[in-house]
């Protein structure tokens, strides 16, 4: 998410990968040649409600200097991804407290869930898709179970009602797995999306978009989380222009 501000920003690729290294945000904030980019996250961190000032960064470079984390991917988290995360985490517990979502986020995730993606499918069959992922996402992020684990793919489909015998004996096979990892492929290689969650809003004369067949003018797209200004922007900005009065065609002159 920060990585996204700073580019989207203009910060050189260079600055952001050097901010983002471990130990990066203190050699940052010691080098006035990164003025600019500390200057440029601090403005792009704030439409999301919690700026990232001078101050909130050295305190942020002293605190984890010797609490390295490490990714599940193996890699060490600068403090900059770091603090960026909790950031987010901290925003996401309080929207959803406001709407009574309590999010609990220590619970173990797999990069590729491809069997609770392959059961959409069979969800659908019957008409539960969406059922079943709301079911689904309810134990994830409230009730710290995994949603890729077989049980809680299982007792999601349960709790919307699908046989669990049923279920398990599609979970056994190997159908649909081919289209889940082709998704996979397209979504990044095709569509270019790269992060989540990914928002693209259309008027109705610009019904199109990366997910459409043929891309058309006038989408607006949304990568990453966004702040609610943002989205009224976009939302307005579609009605204006789809309130705005349409010229009428000139005759054509006569030969």
């Not at 690729?13 to 983002?20: C, F, G, M, N």
């Not at 960026?84 to 173990?108: H, I, K, R, T, W």
């Not at 069979?122 to 995994?146: N, P, W």
């Not at 349409?246 to 030969?255: L, T, V």
Request: with cysteine; net charge positive; hydrophobic share 40%.
């Amino acid at each position: 998410m920060v990585g996204r501000a700073l580019a989207d920003a203009g910060v050189p690729p260079a600055d952001v990968e050097a901010l983002r290294a471990p130990g990066g945000l203190a050699r940052a904030l010691a080098d006035r040649r990164y003025d600019r980019a500390l200057q440029t996250l601090e403005l792009a961190s704030a439409s999301f409600g919690r700026p990232l000032t001078r101050d909130v960064l050295r305190r942020a470079a002293e605190r984890y200097e010797h609490e390295p984390v490490v990714s599940a991917k193996g890699r060490t988290i600068g403090e900059l991804d770091r603090l960026g995360g909790e950031s987010a985490v901290a925003g996401l517990a309080q929207l959803g407290s406001s709407v009574d979502v309590p999010f609990d986020f220590d619970v173990q995730f797999e990069w590729h869930p491809v069997d609770s993606q392959r059961f959409l499918f069979y969800a659908g069959r019957s008409g539960k898709q969406e059922a079943f992922v709301t079911a689904l996402a309810k134990r994830h992020f409230e009730g710290r179970q995994a949603a890729g684990a077989r049980d809680t793919v299982l007792d999601a489909a349960a709790d919307v009602g699908l046989d669990r015998g049923a279920a398990a004996a599609f979970l056994d096979g190997d159908e649909h797995r081919d289209d889940v990892w082709r998704s996979y492929a397209e979504t990044v290689g095709k569509h270019g999306v790269h992060s989540i969650p990914f928002f693209v809003f259309n008027g109705p004369s610009t019904a199109g978009g990366t997910f459409r067949r043929g891309a058309c003018q006038g989408e607006y797209a949304v990568r990453g989380s966004a702040s609610a200004q943002e989205f009224l922007t976009i939302f307005e900005g579609i009605l204006r222009a789809e309130t705005r009065p349409k010229r009428a065609p000139r005759p054509r002159r006569r030969r």
